[in-house]
């Protein structure tokens, strides 16, 4: 955690024991993408004591210095992850709600040439690409809602 610290403390961001944990479940989560929800969750199974308003402020707090970067790929929910620098686009089931990273120099030089043809020059874009699984057996797909019988 001794580099944490030092990276708050580079962002301006006192090393507050929250802070340093959620830092620390970025970097060491399998899950890229997480919700403030699924934070809150798996610090208490940690058996850390970090508030639910606490998750927000401090997600909102890394989102501001450019420690995480926030997507919003369900209209109600919104995700962050660990900004690491190199631009990529997302993948987003709409069964399950996996995401899969993807970069593509087509298509990031094809973004470019459209914008020129536009009459302007891309600073920068997220793409989402809303998808549907084609795997039958997709071990993350939701049971499909049978209904009132």
């Known amino acids: 955690m001794g580099n944490d610290v030092k990276d708050l403390k580079a962002l301006g961001l006192k090393a507050t024991n929250p802070r340093l944990s959620i830092l ?8 890229r993408h997480l919700s403030a929800d699924e934070v809150h969750r798996l610090l ?5 004591d970090v508030g639910l308003a606490t998750v927000y402020r401090v997600l ?11 997507h919003q790929f369900e209209s109600d929910k919104s995700v962050y992850e660990l ?9 987003v089931c709409a069964n399950c709600g996996h995401v899969e990273e993807f970069y593509d120099e087509n298509l990031e030089r094809r973004q470019q040439k459209i914008a020129k043809e536009h009459g302007f020059a891309l600073r920068e874009h997220a793409l989402y690409l ?7 057996r997709c071990s993350r797909r939701q049971p499909q809602d049978q209904g009132d019988a």
Do not use: I, P
């Not at 620390?24 to 899950?31: A, G, K, M, Y």
């Open 44 to 48: 208490a199974r940690e058996n850390n």
């Open 130 to 136: 809303f998808v549907d699984c084609l795997n039958e």
């Open 24 to 31: 620390e479940l970025f970097r060491t989560s399998e899950q």
């Open 83 to 91: 900004k690491v620098g190199e631009h990529h686009d997302h993948l």
């Open 60 to 70: 909102t707090q890394f989102v501001e210095s450019g420690l995480l970067e926030k």
